[in-house]
């Protein structure tokens, strides 16, 4: 493989909690390793992947924070570069903008792990997220574990085409705020075959998103596996949306295939009132569930006034809507895995088609 790099890219150690400061710690911490200084040229023609792998050799061997530094508004020529550990220092964090046609194979030895539950118990804090792609297009990560991340697992911003496989994220259900994938303002993603147990989202896509699939098989595919396996966690969610009175898209997401087992949520939209925009061609289908609280939301009131404050027992679909149009439910079956457990539905402002469904919805 050979990869053109034309980027800032970050990879960074810092130690956990720090709260807020750690973009401060990272630019006064004496172990930053610069590309440039190992001999990389970055003029797009000589190879530098030896500079690379120097320079890596120093990051990961420093102790405590060491951050490797590749320079933007240059152009790196690398071949087959890969980056080893086991590193001396802590955690890493690998941020890495405007790559084109990059690929990350985590050979899945080994674990990025994040040493995240510092941070967990600072909720205002803002959190790193161990692995993030801005505006890299025509992206593969593929066999690649993470674990224990202070914020989000991954985040994909601005890149058009990425196709994320056999990624495995581990964090306990108690860590808040650790999304397993967000994704936002990008197009022509998909993620297969990947577990994704954490505290939070399974995966997010948030605005400016459209054509995400979440396990889409190809044609060829005769696998009667499932592609995505969330939980714990809170399900698959579009959005939030709108926040701030934004404007904000979402479209053309297909989930075929995922299960979800010990989650809060399944297949949920969430939008806050005041926001405008859409979420639509969006289809969930073939899902199973194990244990989860609320299988299928529309939220259009995020944040806000809860309208189904009033049932004792657990919402299995709850369509809370402002407006929603053209939504079909139909072969949906969900059973209470509690013998005698109340089962509801709730359904407002909602214009669509309502099949085959248990529990029935009655939309007023
Ligand atoms: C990395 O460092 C080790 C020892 O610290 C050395 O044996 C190895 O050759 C170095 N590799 C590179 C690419 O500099
Ligand atoms: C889901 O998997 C089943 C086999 O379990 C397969 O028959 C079906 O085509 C798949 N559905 C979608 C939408 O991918
Ligand atoms: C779900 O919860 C059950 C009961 O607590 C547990 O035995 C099982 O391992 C959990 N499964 C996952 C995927 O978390």
Redesign the pocket.
């Known amino acids: 493989m050979q990869v053109l790099i034309s980027c800032v890219l970050i990879l960074g150690f810092a130690s956990p909690c720090l709260c807020g400061r750690w973009i401060n710690v990272a630019k006064t911490n004496n172990n930053i390793f610069n590309v440039i200084a190992y001999g990389a040229r970055g003029d797009g023609i000589s190879d530098d992947t030896?500079a690379f792998?120097?320079a890596w050799?120093h990051t990961c061997?420093a102790e405590g924070t060491s951050t490797l530094v590749i320079p933007p508004k240059k152009l790196y020529f690398v071949n087959n570069l890969e980056f080893r550990g086991a590193c001396k220092a802590t955690s890493i964090l690998i941020q890495i903008q405007y790559v084109n046609g990059l690929t990350i194979d985590g050979t899945r030895r080994g674990r990025i792990n994040g040493h995240g539950s510092t941070w967990w118990q600072c909720k205002s804090c803002p959190r790193p997220r161990i692995l993030s792609f801005y505006a890299c297009n025509d992206l593969s990560v593929r066999n690649v574990r993470i674990t224990n991340s202070p914020g989000a697992h991954g985040t994909i911003n601005g890149c058009n085409r990425a196709k994320i496989s056999n990624l495995d994220v581990q964090s306990p259900s108690h860590s808040p705020n650790t999304d397993g994938f967000d994704i936002s303002s990008s197009k022509n993603i998909l993620i297969e075959d990947s577990t994704i147990r954490t505290g939070d989202d399974c995966i997010a896509i948030n605005g400016g998103s459209s054509y995400i699939s979440v396990s889409r098989p190809t044609r060829f595919d005769s696998s009667t596996r499932v592609r995505v396996a969330c939980g714990p966690g809170h399900g698959i969610s579009i959005g939030s949306l709108g926040k701030g009175n934004s404007y904000e898209t979402v479209e053309e997401v297909n989930v075929p295939n995922c299960s979800f087992t010990n989650t809060t949520n399944g297949a949920r939209i969430k939008t806050f009132p005041g926001g405008s925009g859409y979420a639509k061609k969006i289809t969930f289908e073939q899902i199973q569930l194990t244990n989860v609280k609320n299988t299928i939301i529309i939220d259009q009131h995020y944040g806000g006034k809860v309208a189904t404050e009033s049932y004792a027992g657990d919402l299995a679909i709850n369509l809370d809507c402002m407006s929603c149009f053209n939504v079909v439910l139909d072969q949906v079956y969900i059973f209470s895995s509690q013998e005698k457990k109340e089962f509801h539905s709730f359904c407002k402002n909602f214009h669509g088609t309502i099949g085959s469904t248990i529990p029935r919805v009655y939309c007023k």
């Open positions: 030896q792998l120097r050799n061997g």
